[in-house]
């Protein structure tokens, strides 16, 4: 099971709006609607921010979002804020193992 | 609140095993699925393993199929991994993870194991 491919860097200026895009296969992003992205700051874990496709968790601000079309998923952040730059990542289910994305490198500028 | 708390890290020589231990709290453990997810040095995160609530099911990635076990103790709650003939590429940290329907609700701060001569 190949990764799931993410640009490698977004960056936007605060308040701006930014969407990673996760790109996997009819095998994974496009098979399931079991599309999830984490947030990781440098040195620590990763943290939940989106689950089955678009649902947010309790405690995660309404400016993240998700969505999916096809075999891409895509992570948006609106209104971005300074402590929005992190790395974030995709997974999804794939039958049995999980496949997680390249990850991607949010800039605040 | 859910806490995850990895041990068992290190440094290792090609061949050799170790076992990751993660102790849990915060939850009623013997209700969820668990798992292990590793991370590379610089690199992106990778599945390893998964158990069900009682440890009858174990599912695995392909590269550490047959070389790794996951197991648990639901009376101690308690995650472990025990890996043999670890090689040089299973350097990463090692985070355990709370699996809640197909998604990876809460993490460890992880372990590090270091496989190198």
């Known amino acids: 099971q190949s990764a799931l491919t993410q640009p490698r860097s977004v960056s936007g200026s605060p308040g701006q709006s930014v969407t990673i895009s996760c790109t996997g296969t009819s095998s994974d992003v496009g098979g399931y609607n079991y599309v999830s992205w984490y947030q990781q700051y440098p040195g620590k874990a990763p943290k939940l921010m989106i689950s089955?496709?678009?649902k947010r968790p309790s405690g995660v601000p309404d400016r993240f979002s998700g969505s999916k079309s096809g075999n891409t998923a895509s992570l948006t952040i609106s209104g971005l804020q300074a402590e929005d730059e992190a790395d974030y990542f995709c997974?999804?289910?794939?039958?049995?193992?999980?496949?997680f994305g390249t990850g991607t490198k949010v800039t605040v500028l | 609140e859910v806490q995850l708390v990895e041990s068992g890290g290190g440094l290792v020589q090609p061949g050799g095993s170790l076992r990751l231990s993660c102790a849990a709290s915060g939850f009623t453990f013997s209700s969820y699925w668990m798992s292990w997810v590793r991370q590379a040095p610089g690199k992106g995160l990778e599945w390893v393993a998964k158990i069900n609530e009682d440890g009858s099911g174990k599912y695995y990635v392909d590269s550490v199929k047959g070389r790794s076990t996951i197991s648990r103790d639901n009376a101690e709650k308690s995650l472990y991994l025990d890996m043999n003939s670890l090689r040089v590429e299973d350097t990463a940290v090692y985070y355990c993870?709370?699996?809640?329907?197909?998604?990876?609700?809460?993490w460890g701060e992880g372990t590090l194991v270091t496989v190198s001569a």
């Open positions: 089955d496709v678009n």
């Open positions: 993870a709370r699996y809640d329907a197909y998604h990876f609700a809460d």
């Open positions: 997974c999804s289910f794939a039958g049995s193992p999980y496949v």
